[in-house]
């Protein structure tokens, strides 16, 4: 079992930074592939960014390209979520994902719900205009 801290949400003013930070304990953090969707209300869950197990892949949607950035540190099992230049429509709850990876590689990245197996209880990001 995979048990996912989220942490850094809040309220921002469009233009505003904020970094998202997901600590993952209960399996050995190279074997999982991460990723970070947000939901927000009355709308589906959707993709924003996803990062291979080794670190060595990312993958953005359109949206959010250019503007957010996630990482990855294996010394404290956290994955992170830079998001710069934010939007009033980046406003939602944002979900940490991990995923079992046995790409051999370690490049391979997940961008739908379906292939991540544990989540966080997600983090409120609001932005104002």
């Known amino acids: 079992q995979v048990q996912l801290v989220e942490s850094g949400g809040g309220l921002v003013q469009a233009g505003g930074s904020l970094r998202l930070s997901c600590a993952a304990s209960?399996?050995?953090?190279?074997?999982?592939?991460m990723g970070w969707f947000r939901q927000a209300p009355g709308k589906e869950r959707e993709f924003v960014a996803a990062?291979?197990?080794?670190?060595?892949?990312?993958n953005y949607p359109d949206s959010v390209k250019g503007r957010f950035t996630i990482s990855r540190d294996s010394a404290k099992n956290t994955v992170y979520l830079q998001m710069n230049t934010l939007k009033p429509e980046d406003t939602a709850v944002y979900y940490c994902?991990?995923?079992?990876?046995?790409?051999?590689?370690?490049?391979?990245?997940?961008?739908?719900?379906?292939?991540?197996?544990?989540w966080g209880q997600g983090t409120q990001v609001t932005v104002s205009s």
């Open positions: 994902a991990a995923g079992l990876s046995t790409d051999y590689s370690g490049r391979r990245v997940y961008t739908n719900t379906g292939s991540y197996n544990y």
């Open positions: 209960g399996r050995t953090f190279s074997s999982l592939a």
């Open positions: 990062i291979s197990r080794l670190g060595t892949t990312t």
